[in-house]
Antibody, heavy 124, light 107 residues
Framework: EVQLVESGGGLVQPGRSLKLSCAASGFTFSNYYMAWVRQAPTKGLEWVASITNSGGSTYYRDSVKGRFTISRDNAKSTLYLQMDSLRSEDTATYYC?????????????????WGPGTMVTVSS | DIQMTQSPTSLAASVGESVTITCLAS??????LVWYQQKPGKSPQLLIY???ILEDGIPSRFSGSGSDTQYSLKINSLQPEDFASYYC?????????FGGGTKLELK
């Protein structure tokens, strides 16, 4: 059974840092791209960042580029999100997701498994 | 960025009814449309990918259709557990963009 369990959320002041972790189990972690998706309170879903299975390439939404760093340790089956220079607008539940590749006319990506999420609150 | 516009934003229906939610992409996404269901306090769950492919374990009363820029999610014979929020997502390009969501409520 695929399991993704996030940790590391909490209350942090604006401008400070926080590092999220996601422990994966039930599948061969090193074979899959992974991603972080967030959801602000009472709002919709927002993709944050993705990483290739080897960790060699990373992708970010514009609003977090230069502040957030996604990384992984395949030996530990763990995904990370280092969040620096946090802003109030980063307040959200952060979900760890497995990124699955599909094929149609063109290749496409979807999130087939999600963790329960970890809440990050940025406030003074 | 590809914008995803969902409608309606909210919908009230009764058990046993059928409903349809639509998603419009700002450009052709070539069938790379994904649907998720999210129940209150829970993480989203994958329903449909590739516009029409039902994820394993999802009841057959859920179906997806569409192409180019227009897509739909249909739920036949609504069950009590179907009252939730639904999101579409562009899977073709980065950034992966989501629709604003549709909240399906019990009438």
């Amino acid at each position: 059974e695929v399991q993704l369990v996030e940790s590391g959320g909490g209350l942090v002041q604006p401008g400070r840092s926080l590092k999220l972790s996601c422990a994966a189990s039930g599948f061969t972690f090193s074979n899959y791209y992974m991603a972080w998706v967030r959801q602000a309170p009472t709002k919709g879903l927002e993709w944050v960042a993705s990483i290739t299975n080897s960790g060699g390439s990373t992708y970010y939404r514009d609003s977090v580029k230069g502040r957030f760093t996604i990384s992984r340790d395949n030996a530990k089956s763990t995904l990370y999100l280092q969040m620096d220079s946090l802003r109030s607008e980063d307040t959200a539940t952060y979900y760890c997701t497995r990124d699955q590749l599909g094929a149609a006319i063109y290749p496409y990506w979807y999130f087939d498994f999600w963790g329960p999420g970890t809440m990050v609150t940025v406030s003074s | 960025d590809i914008q995803m516009t969902q409608s309606p934003t909210s919908l009230a229906a009764s058990v046993g009814e059928s409903v349809t939610i639509t998603c419009l992409a700002s450009e052709d996404i070539y069938g790379s449309l994904v649907w998720y269901q999210q129940k209150p306090g829970k993480s989203p769950q994958l329903l449909i990918y590739g516009a029409t492919i039902l994820e394993d374990g999802i009841p057959s009363r859920f179906s997806g259709s569409g192409s180019d820029t227009q897509y739909s999610l249909k739920i036949n014979s609504l069950q009590p557990e179907d009252f939730a929020s639904y999101y579409c997502q562009n899977g073709l390009s980065t950034p992966r963009t989501f629709g604003g969501g549709t909240k399906l409520e019990l009438k």
